[in-house]
C-alpha cells in the first residue's frame, strides 16, 4: 500500500476524540480500559515523559463522557454495558507548575479548580475562614453519589518544579494534601478517579490522604498499558514499517532488529516478562525514516523536570558506575519517596533511564538501560558530570566516531588526551584502569558508539572493543601510578595483547589492536602502540 494511503501517524496527539476523527492509528488499549474503568475504582499510573499518558486520560474521558460514541471497532465496544455517562473532570497539573511561590501557586490552584468545577456547579467565593478546599468539600458532599469521573494528569508537576527549594515544596504539598484530602472524604461521589505521574512522592497525600488508592505502575496486568508491544508494532504499523525498510535499503527483519536495539526495551511490571517500544521515538522515526535511527525520546521527554530539578543539587551515580549492574529492592522501586530521600535509581527507573531487566531473590530488582537511544542518553549526562558542564565537542573531543573510522591510532590518542586533560578532576579523578576504561566507555557511548568492555575470550578479558564501519578496534589501557617506566609497562601492555588474542576471534572487520599508557601525575596518556600483527 502506498504511503499516502496508510492511516496517519498519531504523532503529538494526545486527545483522544482528536486522533478518532481525524482517523489516525490508534494502538488499541481498551481492553485493559475496559477492565479499569468498569470498576468504581480511584488508580494511580506513573510513567516516563512521551509514554501517552495525557492520550489514556484521554480516552477515559471520553468513555465516561459519550459511552461508546468514539470507540467504534474497538475492543471495548463489545464490553462496555454501562448507558449511564457522567460529568468528568479533568485536572492537569502541569498548566500549574511555573510559580514563584508558595501564595502564587496557591492562587493557580483555586484558579484551576475553580475553572474545572465550574461547568458543573461549583463556585468559588472568597469568604473568611473558609478556604476553597472547604468550599469544594461542602460542593462535593451535595453531589449524587458516583456523579463524577475525576483525571488528573501530572499530579507531580508543581512538586518537581520546586524540588530545590524545601520551604515551597513543603507549601504546595500542603496544599495539595488538602486538596486530596476533600477528595477522601467525599470519595462517594466519584464514580472513578484515574491519576498519572512521572514520580511517586509520599506525603502527598495520594498516597497518605488517598490511601486506598490502587498503583497500577508494576502491576502486571498492566505493563503493556501504554507503550507499543513487538506485536502491536507488527499489527498497526506494518505499512509503515514495509516503507522505512523499503528507503532504508534494509530487509524488515533488518529495521525490526534495529528498532529493538534503540527504541525497545522498557519495562513496567514486576517480573519483567513483558516490554514496550517507546511510542514518540517509534513515531518520530515511522513518519521520518530517512533521518536513521535518530534519538527522538531524550530530545523531547527524556528530560523531565523532575530529572532537570533533582541535578541541580545532587549528583548522578560516578561515571564509574555507568557499565555496572545496577541493583534495588522491589519494595523501594514500588514504594513512594520523600524530598529528602529521594532514591537516585528509583528516580532515573521512573524517569525512564533505567528500566527493569531481571527480579531475583524475590525482592531484588536488577536495571539497566532499557535500549541504545537511552544509554546514549545517559551517557551524555554523565561526560557533562565529567566535562564538568560542556559536551565533548567544547573541549575538542567531538568527533570520535569519525577519527576511529576514518583516521589513525595517533589521532585517537590525541583526542583521547583532549578529552581527559579537561575532565574535572577534582571530583572525577582518573584512579586506576576501571577508571580509566569507564571514562572512554561514556565517552564512546555519548558519542553513538556501541562499546563492549571485558569482552571474553578462552585466553581472558579485553578491556575495551568498539566497531567503527569496517574497523573493529580493540584497546588494552594501562595506567602509570608514579610517572615512571612508562615504556616497561606499554610493553606489559603489547605482550598481554599479544598473548591472550585479544579482538582475534575472527571478524571480517580491518583489525586494529591499540595499547594506552595513561600517567596519573600528569592527567594524560603517555605511550600508545598499534600492533600490527
Known sequence: MAINQLKGLPLGTSDFIALRMADEIYVDKTEMVFSLAVNRGKYFLARPRRFGKSLLIST??????????DFKGLAIENLWKEEATYNVVRLDFSEIKDFADAESFSERLISLISRKFAPFGFRYELRPFQTVSDQLSDWLTAQEKNS?????????????????????????RRALSAFYSVLKSNEGALRFAFITGITKFNKTSIFSELNNLSDLSLNVEYG?????????TQKYFSGYLDNAASLLG?????????????????CFERTAKEHVFAPWSMLNFLSSPRNGFVDYWF?????????????????????????????????TLSGSSDLENLSDLGLLTQAGYLTIKAVRYGDTVFLDYPNLEVKRAMAQLYMERLLDGKVAGQVGAGPIAKVLGEESAESVFHILNRLFLAIDYQNYPVKDEASLRAYVQVYFSGAGLEPKVEQHNAHGRSDLEVSVGERHWVFEFKVSYDGEKEEEILLDGISQMKARHYGEQGSSKEL????????????QFVKWKLLTA
Open 60 to 69: 477515559f474521558e471520553s468513555l465516561f463522557k459519550y459511552g461508546l460514541r
Open 148 to 172: 463524577l469521573v475525576l483525571l488528573i494528569d501530572e499530579y507531580d508537576a508543581p512538586l518537581t518544579s520546586c524540588l530545590n527549594n524545601k520551604t515551597i515544596f513543603k507549601e504546595v
Open 224 to 232: 503493556t498499558l501504554l507503550g507499543y508491544t513487538y506485536s502491536e
Open 250 to 266: 534494509i530487509s524488515r527483519g533488518e529495521l525490526t532488529e534495529e528498532l529493538i536495539k534503540h527504541y525497545d526495551g522498557f
Open 299 to 331: 530530545e523531547s521527554g527524556g528530560k523531565p523536570s523532575v530529572l532537570v530539578e533533582y541535578l541541580k543539587s545532587h549528583a548522578l551515580r560516578h561515571p564509574e558506575e555507568y557499565g555496572r549492574e545496577k541493583s534495588i529492592s522491589l519494595s
Open 512 to 523: 586494529k589492536r591499540v595499547v594506552l599508557v595513561y600517567s596519573i601525575p600528569s592527567r
